[in-house]
């Protein structure tokens, strides 16, 4: 699979990204909900941190994370560079592109959000405000909104430790980028053979 392809496939997935970031902090306001299925809605939530909402700590702990996440898309586009040239097999490169895309994608919300739109409290944000954005360059949030709520409702009394307590499936909320993440690395998992197949030795080889 050539490099133009997998470029593709990248850009493709930042454009739908970015896209339904962009409408979303434009004409949601934090927090506001709508109900599309059941078990799915749109759900307008940022996240100031790692996945499921976890941080670190201290003044510099955004900084660090963001520092880190432009770190590790350098080495992800290595990898990628590296398996093309190597003719690597399909599932191996649409997985690093899928991986990369969802990570640059994150990372886009990290570095610029902050210092190009307002915030959304109480309103719906302004993209590129007169007054300047709610942050500053590499403080930005990441927008969610994918929200899958399978199923709510109380546990049966029967079940240990949790029975009678309310329960909800699937509770994180998330985004284009993560489901690009999280289809990469499973495709790994799923095709690993495939993705790293075994050279076979000069000896078989020459028989």
Do not use: C
């Not at 470029?7 to 990204?17: A, P, Q, V």
């Not at 510099?60 to 350098?74: E, H, N, S």
């Not at 969802?102 to 007054?131: K, M, Q, T």
């Amino acid at each position: 699979m050539s490099l133009k392809k997998a470029s593709f496939i990248i850009i493709l997935i930042l454009l739908i990204d970015q896209i339904s970031k962009i409408y979303i902090k434009t004409h949601f306001i934090l927090g506001e909900e709508i109900k599309i299925l059941d078990w799915f809605r749109i759900l307008f939530v940022e996240n100031e941190g790692m996945a499921w909402g976890a941080k670190i700590p201290g003044e510099y702990g955004k900084l660090l994370l963001t520092l880190f996440r432009l770190g590790a898309i350098v080495g992800i586009g290595y990898w990628l560079w590296d398996s093309v040239r190597q003719k690597g097999s399909r599932v191996l490169i649409v997985a690093i592109s899928f991986i990369f895309a969802g990570a640059l994608g994150n990372i886009i919300d990290s570095v610029f959000y902050g210092v190009i739109f307002e915030n959304s409290y109480g309103h719906i944000a302004a993209l590129f405000p007169e007054g300047g954005g709610y942050g500053t360059i590499f403080h930005g949030k990441v927008v969610d909104m994918l929200y899958f709520p399978l199923y709510q409702g109380m546990l049966p009394k029967w079940i240990p430790i949790w029975g009678g307590e309310y329960f909800s499936f699937f509770e994180p909320v998330f985004n284009v980028a993560d489901t690009a993440i999280s289809t990469g690395v499973s495709l790994l998992l799923l095709f690993n053979k495939k993705a790293f197949p075994k050279k076979e030795s000069e000896s078989q080889i020459e028989n």
